[in-house]
T-cell receptor, first 114, second 112 residues
Framework: NAGVTQTPKFRILKIGQSMTLQCTQD?????MYWYRQDPGMGLKLIYY???????DKGEVPNGYNVSRSTTEDFPLRLELAAPSQTSVYFC?????????????FGDGTRLSIL | GEDVEQSLFLSVREGDSSVINCTYT??????LYWYKQEPGAGLQLLTY?????DMKQDQRLTVLLNKKDKHLSLRIADTQTGDSAIYFC????????????FGTGTQLKVEL
């Protein structure tokens, strides 16, 4: 059971480049999330989705875009990469939003913008 | 919005108990979670407590919730070197969907 899979694991980008961080889950979860983790900080929510075709902004959405065309996939797009976007990015999923529905996390993508 | 605070570091000797503390600001937090992050890995759910509970025990883990003081703690009994990791407290608000607010994480170092 793969759970939540993120690719790539590491990436170095130049300022102004764009890229897509991939996230896929095989648990048939409705809810999916993107977080960023900066050193000494907790995770901050970038975007989330409650189902295919539905996305919404989190706490720190500026500079990012998402789409959710299928239940399984939730890619995160960086346009015009900036040094402030150097971070570790985590994708997570959960079955739904009701009751105790723990979020399951991928192993992260470590992104450096130089 | 919700603010979740944790101390950054804790060092204990192997075999001792570890207590990791967390404070939060929003009294409408319904579920409160503890996640563990090992180096280079994602977050792994350790345990959780619902807001109508004061305590929950799960093998070596004991969670205590003081709603009056908005204080959550995680006690790890007989701490082992394999427990060395970063521990995150996270809260979920009423009506917040399943969005979580995370603390800064506490780095636990277990020394021999």
């Amino acid at each position: 059971n793969a759970g939540v899979t993120q690719t790539p694991k590491f990436r170095i980008l130049k300022i102004g480049q764009s890229m897509t961080l991939q996230c896929t889950q095989d648990m048939n979860h409705n809810y999916m999330y993107w977080y960023r983790q900066d050193p000494g900080m907790g995770l901050k929510l970038i975007y989330y989705s409650v189902g295919a075709g539905i996305t919404d902004k989190g706490e720190v959405p500026n500079g990012y875009n998402v789409s959710r065309s299928t239940t399984e996939d939730f890619p995160l797009r960086l346009e015009l990469a900036a040094p402030s976007q150097t971070s570790v990015y985590f994708c997570a999923s959960s079955y739904s939003g009701g009751g105790h529905q723990p979020q399951h996390f991928g192993d992260g993508t470590r992104l450096s913008i130089l | 919005g919700e603010d979740v605070e944790q101390s950054l570091f804790l060092s204990v000797r192997e075999g001792d108990s570890s207590v990791i503390n967390c404070t939060y600001t929003d009294s409408s937090s319904t579920y409160l979670y503890w996640y563990k992050q090992e180096p280079g890995a994602g977050l792994q759910l350790l345990t959780y407590i619902f807001s109508n509970m004061d305590m929950k025990q799960d093998q070596r883990l004991t969670v205590l919730l003081n709603k009056k003081d908005k204080h959550l703690s995680l006690r790890i009994a007989d701490t082992q070197t394999g427990d060395s990791a970063i521990y995150f407290c996270a809260t979920r608000l009423t009506g917040g969907g399943n969005k979580l607010t995370f603390g800064t994480g506490t780095q636990l170092k277990v020394e021999l």
